[in-house]
């Protein structure tokens, strides 16, 4: 074989490993990263986007309320509540919402875009509060 031949079958195989690679890594296997998803988090689109928010931003979405009730309904106190429980088990109440989802995919979205915390708190606030009843969430820290 010559050098030139070699060098395809070796281009080849690596492409076809990273082709493989991202389908497990996207979806085939249920992994977040370095997480499993529970089965819940495929009940939809949707909630597989927003179990897939909240892990990529954990530490944003502690400072965003939930608008579903849960507040009073479940003690919790942000949307990061909805999706883990204290221990960082995943909390499977975020699987049966739609807002709880809604509202993740939508900071994911707002931050990817640019946007600081305390714009998409807002944001959140203006889009899914308009009825009130959000959790008692922690104000967003200055600087984010």
């Known amino acids: 074989m010559s050098l030139g031949t070699i060098l395809i079958i070796v281009v080849a195989v690596a492409a076809i ?69 204290p221990d960082g088990d995943f909390n499977e109440h975020a699987s049966g919402c739609h807002i709880c989802v809604g509202e993740a995919a939508d900071v994911a979205k707002w931050l990817d875009d640019g946007r600081t915390l305390k714009d998409i708190r807002t944001a959140i606030e203006n889009k899914w509060g308009k009825d009130g009843g959000g959790t008692e969430t922690p104000p967003v820290p200055a600087g984010l």
């Open 17 to 85: 490993g990273g082709v493989l690679a991202w389908g497990v890594s996207a979806g085939g296997k249920g992994k977040a990263g370095e997480r499993e998803f529970p089965a819940y988090a495929y009940n939809s689109a949707a909630v597989l986007a927003g179990y897939k928010a909240a892990v990529a931003y954990p530490d944003q979405i502690k400072y965003i309320p939930c608008y579903c009730g849960c507040g009073g309904a479940e003690g919790h106190q942000s949307l990061k509540e909805c999706f883990f429980k």
